[in-house]
């Protein structure tokens, strides 16, 4: 049950920023729309996935009540992450992935619909890392993804911390989680979805995901060092 919290958790993350991929992979000209609403109830199902990943560490924290388990399951999770974000990297993985799931949920929720699936070659640009935009969304998308996954995962360390303090702790979870949020949907989200419009953004993509490894990788450090 713990393992597979671990694993729901991680997956949300991976279809968060897979999301993106799939948008910039998968173009047809005629169903855009329609298309776009697929990866939307794809991208949803992200929030089914942390609904598992939830109930499973409030009932170690407040009914097990057992502080060793509850730090194993949270670094094995974003042990999890790091590896899932990984294979976004893999281009024919990527493309197979994101196709396989169009297809199913054309089936699904289309009727089969046909969707004639247009692929373009990325434009190579002269993108630098070192460039201040870059930086600066590199430094916005890793500080967004750092408080979404720290209000969450770590909301349940500090519960042994400050047990008295359990609605306290929720509440500033919950605003950070808020100012993660906010900074993906207003900065992040409609800077790669302006460069897909115009058959860019695949470097932008890159970089948000290995922002996001990086925000684990940060956690996991954290986590040792508690």
Same mark, same amino acid.
């Given at each position: 049950?713990?393992?597979?919290?671990?694993?729901?958790?991680? $997956?949300?993350?991976?279809?968060?920023?897979?999301?993106?991929?799939?948008?910039?992979?998968?173009?047809?000209?005629?169903?855009?729309?329609?298309?776009?609403?697929?990866?939307?109830?794809?991208?949803?199902?992200?929030?089914?996935?942390?609904?598992?990943?939830?109930?499973?560490?409030?009932?170690?924290?407040?009914?097990?009540?057992?502080?060793?388990?509850?730090?194993?399951?949270?670094?094995?999770?974003?042990?999890?992450?790091?590896?899932?974000?990984?294979? /976004?990297?893999?281009?024919? $993985?990527?493309?197979?992935?994101?196709?396989?799931?169009?297809?199913?949920?054309?089936?699904?929720?289309?009727?089969?619909?046909?969707?004639?699936?247009?692929?373009?070659?990325?434009?190579?640009?002269?993108?630098?890392?070192?460039?201040?935009?870059?930086?600066?969304?590199?430094?916005?998308?890793?500080?967004?993804? $750092?408080?979404?996954?720290?209000?969450?995962?770590?909301?349940?360390?500090?519960?042994?911390?400050?047990?008295?303090?359990?609605?306290?702790?929720?509440?500033?979870?919950?605003?950070?989680?808020?100012? &993660?949020?906010?900074?993906?949907?207003?900065?992040?989200?409609?800077?790669?979805?302006?460069?897909?419009?115009?058959?860019? &953004?695949?470097?932008?993509?890159?970089?948000?995901?290995?922002?996001?490894?990086?925000?684990?990788?940060?956690?996991?450090? /954290?986590?040792?060092?508690?």
């Amino acid at each position: 049950m713990y393992l597979i919290a671990a694993l729901a958790y991680a $997956f949300s993350i991976f279809i968060d920023i897979s999301v993106y991929y799939i948008k910039y992979y998968i173009q047809d000209n005629k169903n855009i729309r329609y298309i776009l609403s697929l990866i939307n109830i794809f991208q949803y199902s992200a929030r089914a996935s942390v609904l598992i990943f939830v109930p499973v560490m409030s009932y170690l924290t407040e009914t097990v009540k057992d502080k060793n388990k509850v730090w194993e399951i949270t670094l094995i999770t974003h042990v999890f992450v790091v590896l899932f974000l990984l294979m /976004l990297f893999h281009t024919k $993985f990527i493309l197979n992935f994101s196709k396989f799931i169009i297809k199913i949920l054309n089936v699904l929720f289309g009727k089969s619909k046909k969707i004639e699936i247009i692929h373009f070659k990325p434009v190579e640009k002269n993108n630098s890392v070192f460039k201040p935009s870059t930086l600066l969304f590199f430094s916005v998308s890793y500080l967004s993804g $750092f408080l979404f996954s720290f209000s969450i995962s770590f909301l349940y360390i500090f519960s042994f911390y400050f047990p008295s303090k359990a609605l306290m702790l929720s509440s500033f979870a919950q605003i950070i989680n808020m100012f &993660g949020s906010l900074l993906l949907i207003l900065f992040i989200d409609p800077k790669i979805m302006g460069l897909i419009d115009k058959e860019e &953004g695949l470097f932008e993509i890159k970089l948000f995901t290995i922002s996001r490894i990086l925000v684990h990788i940060s956690l996991i450090i /954290l986590l040792l060092l508690i």
